[in-house]
């Protein structure tokens, strides 16, 4: 099994100066400043994707240190993240952090992601919200374990949190062309496209999970992911893809005989490996 920074020549060391924070943002007036503030103390380069909001989300942010797209209708979270990843290459970024604009996602877990990333070189780093996950409704957490299973059907080899949207995306991945797939179904098909395209693995970093309601730290507004009817549209599509790679049986047993990896150095979820399964391509 190769190791993932033996592929291909040596990757430049991410920093918070080489790695650009895309947020996807749809009516978020109510913590988007909050959001870019967090992530502008983490990284240099900041990029809102202002998806045809109907509120005063532009406006909260106006004054601040942070690159905003406007769409002029909406387009779909898929959409506003092609926007934020083609302003990252633009801008020479090596890697792309993304964070909901809702505040589930705190910025002080950006290093994080960071610190795994240079430890598993060309792997998509997810932010996993394992920590606390009690406070996510039990039907969410069915949702996404249902989500899991299919995506790491997919990509070849298991994943955790695979509807998580605080990612780390290599420069390899980032930039793919043509990934199919719009709205939610976007992330999914990133995940498997890295797979399949880049060869990239998956490597999960504990998080902490963060739901509107009560108990929550601040206030919060509704998720924007309907769960049946966006589950079934990223059920539908990944069967489609685990179809077009052939014989069905065969790549289930391969993909449930490659555990996840957990980039968890404090060992409470696992111990830090040593490999990254999943690094070569895997299809």
């Not at 103390?41 to 406006?59: F, L, R, Y």
């Not at 996840?260 to 111990?271: C, H, L, R, S, T």
Request: charged share 25%.
């Amino acid at each position: 099994m190769a190791e993932p920074a033996a592929a291909g020549t040596a990757r430049q060391r991410l920093h918070r100066g080489n790695v650009a924070v895309v947020i996807p943002a749809l009516n978020e007036a109510l913590r988007i400043r909050e959001v870019v503030l967090d992530a502008r103390a983490h990284c240099d380069h900041v990029i809102v994707v202002d998806d045809g909001s109907d509120d005063d989300t532009t406006d909260c942010i106006a004054d601040l240190d942070a690159t905003v797209l406007r769409h002029p209708r909406r387009m779909g979270k898929g959409a506003a993240l092609r926007s934020g990843f083609a302003q990252a290459r633009r801008v020479g970024a090596q890697a792309v952090a993304t964070m909901d604009g809702d505040g589930q996602h705190s910025g002080a877990d950006i290093p994080r992601l960071v610190a795994a990333a240079n430890r598993h070189p060309g792997c998509v780093i997810v932010g996993a919200r394992l920590r606390k996950r009690a406070a996510q409704p039990v039907y969410r957490r069915i949702g996404n374990d249902f989500g899991d299973w299919g995506i790491g059907w997919g990509c070849g080899f298991r994943v955790v949190d695979s509807q998580s949207g605080q990612r780390l995306y290599p420069h390899a991945v980032y930039t793919l062309d043509d990934v199919p797939g719009e709205g939610f179904v976007f992330e999914a098909q990133m995940l498997i496209s890295a797979a399949r395209r880049a060869g990239a693995g998956v490597v999960a970093v504990p998080i902490e999970t963060r739901y509107a309601g009560a108990g929550a730290p601040a206030l919060m507004r509704k998720s924007h992911f309907r769960l049946f009817h966006d589950l079934r549209r990223i059920t539908t599509h990944v069967v489609a893809q685990v179809w077009n790679h052939g014989d069905v049986v065969t790549e289930y047993r391969r993909c449930r005989a490659r555990p996840p990896v957990i980039d968890d150095p404090d060992g409470e979820f696992a111990a830090l490996p040593t490999r990254t399964p999943g690094a070569e391509r895997a299809g």
